[in-house]
């Protein structure tokens, strides 16, 4: 693309022996969890858990202090790992200005995350086990980001997708909370199965051209050299693993359902970690996607697409943990309509600020939980600003935040997308993003209000007890919503006086994305999402500060689009009645036609022959001393005639 300029010189490497201990801290703490949690009690576990993540952080902010701005690499070879069929992989750990914005995105959001789990999940008689998938799970996401090769990296991939599972289905005893932990698994393998063949053609390609190797800096400088088909083939492959961990169309089904898992969950998978994972993967191999155009268009109009569908289904949810889940599915569409128009840099900066904005909401929906005893339905909520007013103060940063009001973090990184997009010439795509943006603003207002204004229209016993969090959550949100509010500043585009000193950070790494935009042009552009930021919410206010019950009138009115919004467009029901109950046609009729017929048939045939035979047999052998002579004549006889017959030959 013309617009987007990866710089492939060589760069200066500078070895290091620490980065290796921000995954393994987080992993030592998930073993002592693991071997001494019960005996060594809660306060233990929750200082542990918290202080390696907090460690890990302060390593991540050395390794960036040390990288400073230059765009060199850090590297930490631990030992060689693989050494078979020409293929070489060390256990290596690298940080540049791309793994350096996740490793302090990962740590710092997932610290905060950590200390407001200590409150949030202190009566839990599972706490040790909580903590340690929790630790777990924030090391295999390190793994993920500090690998500096493909197969690595897939160790990491894989780690987080076990531990979303053990996350998601924590409290198993509940058979939906269960199943939700499974689905979240089955759908990702599809994903990692996409992921694996992939890798495989990749590593098949660049060894055909005399690159047999899988490090990330070998594939973006010889992608180019690679054939057209290599490049296509295995960009798209790797974009299917993208879809699940990140999920997009037509695999997001798991996520909505990931809702099961204890709320600080909800926010470390769909904030700072797991989801991202597929918008890092695109982007650290921007020099792939780079060289195959046609994979980015594709990657482009799934983002739009599934950014698009996804903030349609948030308008008519009502549990509040859900509306925000279709939240994370849409804004991860930005992040991948950023990345399929060459806007590497862009994406990740709307990782950073999501991660800021969707951790507090979804810490701040726990709180609102917590306070009313688990009630998660927003039509029983209302009026709990006056119960609740730290909690209300921050989740109203954060819905400002992501509808991409000025001043926030939010709107510095959405609208550098949308002017990114409108650059590209997708104007069909740029139309779809505000469209999101507008309806992003409605369906987070609508929550607000509904949450927090009118009247309390639940049960009378939980407004009684409603109460605000404890210091350890609220402290938490209080921090989330600061970095909401300034963490945009670092990106604050030539147009409005500022650097954008974020891309530029990024771009030794992932190329600098150049708009051919005049500054009145970008203004407009501006003034186009500010306008559809400021439409979605002004019209959810008047709706649903008037009338907290509108949804039951829309119901009645247009119950076939209620219908299709509210289940989701039927994908769920699709794929129940067709790939799952195929699935389980297919696999009856395996039983019942091959195993039982075929298979067990045989085996009890042979067994009924012998049993028969043996039973003939048992006649004779029935203790009877003149049967036995009589065998006994019989077989005389027998020998006798083959005797005599083999003496007449």
């Not at 689905?183 to 199965?193: E, M, P, Q, S, Y």
């Not at 929906?365 to 339905?377: M, T, W």
């Not at 469209?435 to 509904?450: E, Q």
Request: proline residues 3%.
């Amino acid at each position: 693309m013309d617009a987007h300029h990866t710089e492939h010189a060589v760069v200066a490497v500078t070895v290091v022996g620490y980065l290796r201990w921000i995954p393994l801290l987080p992993f030592a703490a998930m073993l002592f969890h693991a071997l001494f949690g019960r005996v060594a009690g809660r306060k233990a576990v929750g200082v542990v858990a918290c202080a390696a993540v907090g460690a890990s952080f302060l390593l991540a902010v050395r390794a960036f202090l040390q990288l400073g701005s230059g765009g060199g690499v850090l590297s930490d070879v631990v030992y060689r790992w693989i050494d078979a069929g020409g293929l070489t992989a060390d256990v290596a750990m690298a940080i540049d200005p791309l793994s350096a914005v996740m490793c302090l995105v990962i740590t710092g959001v997932g610290f905060l995350i950590h200390v407001y789990s200590t409150g949030y999940m202190a009566h839990d008689p599972d706490y040790a086990r909580y903590f340690a998938y929790l630790n777990l799970f924030t090391a295999s996401m390190l793994v993920l980001v500090l690998g500096d090769s493909l197969p690595l990296m897939f160790v990491g991939w894989e780690g987080v997708g076990l531990c979303s599972y053990l996350l998601i289905g924590f409290w198993y005893t509940d058979p939906a909370k269960a199943d939700a932990g499974k689905k979240a698994f089955v759908v990702n393998r599809v994903g990692d199965a996409g992921f694996i063949i992939g890798m495989a053609v990749l590593f098949w390609g660049m060894a055909a051209a005399g690159h047999a190797s899988l490090r990330f800096a070998d594939i973006n400088a010889a992608a180019a050299t690679l054939p057209t088909g290599v490049t296509l083939a295995a960009a798209l492959l790797l974009f299917v693993g993208a879809t699940g961990k990140s999920a997009q169309l037509p695999l997001f089904v798991w996520l909505p359902d990931a809702m099961a898992g204890p709320t600080p969950v909800s926010a470390l998978i769909h904030a700072a970690t797991m989801v991202t994972a597929g918008v890092y993967m695109v982007a650290r191999l921007s020099g792939l996607y780079t060289a195959a155009p046609e994979a980015l268009s594709v990657v482009a109009v799934v983002g739009a697409v599934t950014a698009f569908g996804a903030a349609s289904v948030g308008l008519v949810q009502n549990d509040i943990k859900k509306v925000l889940a279709y939240s994370t599915v849409s804004q991860l569409g930005y992040m991948f309509l950023a990345l399929g128009v060459g806007a590497f840099g862009a994406a990740i900066f709307h990782v950073m600020t999501h991660a800021f904005f969707k951790a507090l909401l979804f810490l701040g929906a726990g709180s609102v939980i917590h306070g009313l005893h688990e009630e998660q339905d927003i039509r029983r909520m209302g009026a709990l600003r006056s119960r609740m007013p730290v909690t209300w103060a921050t989740f109203l940063v954060g819905t400002i935040a992501i509808a991409g009001i000025p001043g926030l973090a939010g709107f510095f990184s959405k609208d550098e997308i949308l002017a990114a997009t409108y650059d590209k010439g997708a104007i069909g795509l740029w139309v779809m993003g505000v469209a999101t943006a507008t309806m992003t603003a409605f369906y987070m207002t609508r929550l607000l209000v509904l949450t927090f204004y009118g009247e309390f229209r639940g049960y009378h016993h939980k407004w009684e007890h409603a109460h605000e969090s404890p210091v350890s959550m609220t402290s938490a949100l209080c921090v989330l919503a600061l970095l909401s509010i300034v963490g945009g500043y670092v990106g604050v585009p030539a147009v409005l006086g500022g650097g954008n000193h974020f891309g530029h950070y990024l771009a030794p790494v992932v190329g600098h994305h150049e708009l051919h935009l005049s500054h009145s042009t970008e203004l407009v552009l501006m003034a186009i999402s500010i306008g559809a930021a400021v439409l979605g919410m002004g019209t959810a206010w008047f709706i649903y500060g008037r009338s907290p019950r509108a949804d039951e009138a829309f119901a009645a009115r247009a119950a076939g689009v209620h219908g299709l919004l509210s289940n989701a467009y039927y994908v769920d029901r699709t794929y129940d009645r067709t790939i799952v109950a195929g699935t389980v046609r297919s696999g009856e009729a395996l039983w019942k036609r091959v195993d039982v017929a075929i298979i067990d048939g045989a085996a009890n045939a042979l067994a009924a022959t012998v049993r028969a035979f043996g039973g003939s047999w048992r006649a004779w052998a029935g203790g009877n001393v003149q049967g036995y002579a009589l065998s006994l004549f019989v077989g005389v006889v027998v020998v006798l005639i083959l005797m005599l017959a083999g003496a007449g030959g």
